[in-house]
């Protein structure tokens, strides 16, 4: 009879920014599905020149890869949101591997987290637990807690299969893709962008 704390870590690879090619190991928890390095590449493609010095907000943090890439490429700071404490002792050890200087990792909910005081962020990346309405209900707490900064960028992550929940009023969707099972999506909260 196996035992999940015996099972091996797994492991994922920086693709971009001063730490490209670092390795780093995350818990082998199911529930913890990082994005994927094709998708990670077409983000951050995405993303091209508004990483830099960005504010950026990681909820639902699972490995931190989203978060920890926008660090490599040279966000100012990001907050990492993980409710399993296991999991977020895992990424501080990770972080503190890594010398990030920037970066705090938050051990809570992430809807009670964005009932706090709200700090504007530039970029948000939103990866719930597939099979759960917590895009939904993040999205609207992000914009109704004042978590968006004028023009800030919003990542979704959801199961392709599904479609996107309504977005708040002032989101508007700039680009959006598939790989696998995955869905991914990018909006803004600037006004006057064209869908594409």
């Known amino acids: 009879m196996g035992s999940n704390s015996r099972r091996p870590a797994r492991q994922l690879r920086i693709i971009g920014g001063a730490w490209r090619g670092r390795k780093f190991r995350f818990p082998p928890d199911n529930a913890v599905r990082p994005t994927p390095d094709r998708v990670r590449e077409t983000l951050f493609n995405w993303l091209m020149g508004r990483v830099e010095g960005a504010r950026a907000l990681d909820l639902f943090a699972g490995s931190g890869a989203l978060g920890i890439e926008a660090l490599s490429r040279g966000a100012a700071h990001v907050t990492f949101v993980e409710n399993d404490p296991r999991v977020a002792r895992s990424l501080e050890s990770v972080l503190a591997t ?15 987290f964005l009932a706090g005081p709200a700090h504007p962020c530039d970029l948000v990346f ?13 999205a609207i707490a992000l914009e109704a807690g004042g978590w968006l900064a004028d023009g800030a960028l919003i990542y979704l992550e959801l199961p392709a299969r599904e479609p996107l929940p309504v977005l708040p009023a002032r989101w508007r969707l700039l680009k959006s893709g598939r790989a696998g099972d ?11 962008v064209p869908e594409e």
Do not use: K, N
């Open 182 to 192: 995955v869905g991914y999506h990018l909006a803004t909260t600037a006004r006057g």
């Open 98 to 112: 890594l010398d990030a200087q920037h970066a705090e990792v938050r051990c809570t909910d992430a809807l009670r």
């Open 126 to 138: 939103l990866d719930p637990p597939f099979d759960s309405d917590l895009a939904a209900r993040a």
